[in-house]
T-cell receptor, first 118, second 112 residues
Framework: NAGVMQNPRHLVRRRGQEARLRCSPM?????VYWYRQLPEEGLKFMVY????????ESGMPKERFSAEFPKEGPSILRIQQVVRGDSAAYFC????????????????FGSGTRLTVV | QQQVKQSPQSLIVQKGGISIINCAYE??????FPWYQQFPGKGPALLIA?????SEKKEGRFTISFNKSAKQFSLHIMDSQPGDSATYFC???????????FGGGTRVLVKP
């Protein structure tokens, strides 16, 4: 059972270009979460999605950032017109269900996409 | 607003020693407190977690201590090994939601 798959592992974009980050959740997982990690900092929540629905996007910047989780295929985090401040590691996590219960043991992170904006 | 504060930022301990990392939270609605271990180039991996109805939880060499009145919790790594060298993050979440609020991380180096 493959874990959460993120690609690409590394992505270099020039300022003003678009970045697309993909996340395939674990088999059987229908909930996806995106986090951003700046150098030497903790992870910051961005968005929580279920298939075809955005559940919580309270951590998403208001402009240039969007996310989707279509009925078929991976979840996509899209950053338009990237700027140097977007350089960070972006992590995706998935879970089999809303894990507000006794444990979050179903919440698994991928290895991340490291975005560098030059 | 940083809702989970973690200290120290870095820690050096000798092999066999005890590593102690502390976290404090502000939001009393938090009721789930996990610790994650992250190696360079990898995603965070769940290490151990606790709910506020218990004051301590132990799994192998890892122990969480929880003080609800002080809104603090800590991770103790007993008999630290070089393979424990990693960055450790505390986190917190509300029962009804799934987003995790992370502390700033502690880089632990265990010297042989």
């Amino acid at each position: 059972n493959a874990g959460v798959m993120q690609n690409p592992r590394h992505l270099v974009r020039r300022r003003g270009q678009e970045a697309r980050l993909r996340c395939s959740p674990m088999k059987g997982h229908s909930h996806v979460y995106w986090y951003r990690q700046l150098p030497e900092e903790g992870l910051k929540f961005m968005v929580y999605l279920q298939k075809e629905n955005i559940i919580d996007e309270s951590g998403m910047p208001k402009e240039r950032f969007s996310a989707e989780f279509p009925k078929e295929g991976p979840s996509i985090l899209r950053i338009q017109q990237v700027v140097r401040g977007d350089s960070a590691a972006y992590f995706c996590a998935s879970s089999p269900r809303r894990t507000g219960g006794p444990s979050n043991y179903g919440y698994t992170f991928g290895s991340g996409t490291r975005l560098t904006v030059v | 607003q940083q809702q989970v504060k973690q200290s120290p930022q870095s820690l050096i301990v000798q092999k066999g020693g005890i590593s102690i990392i502390n976290c404090a939270y502000e939001n009393t609605a938090f009721d789930y407190f996990p610790w994650y271990q992250q190696f360079p180039g990898k995603g965070p991996a769940l290490l151990i977690a606790i709910r506020p109805d218990v004051s301590e939880k132990k799994e192998g060499r890892f122990t969480i201590s929880f003080n609800k009145s002080a809104k603090q919790f800590s991770l103790h790594i007993m008999d630290s090994q070089p393979g424990d060298s990693a960055t450790y993050f505390c986190a917190a979440s509300k029962a009804a939601g799934n987003k995790l609020t992370f502390g700033g991380g502690t880089r632990v180096l265990v010297k042989p």
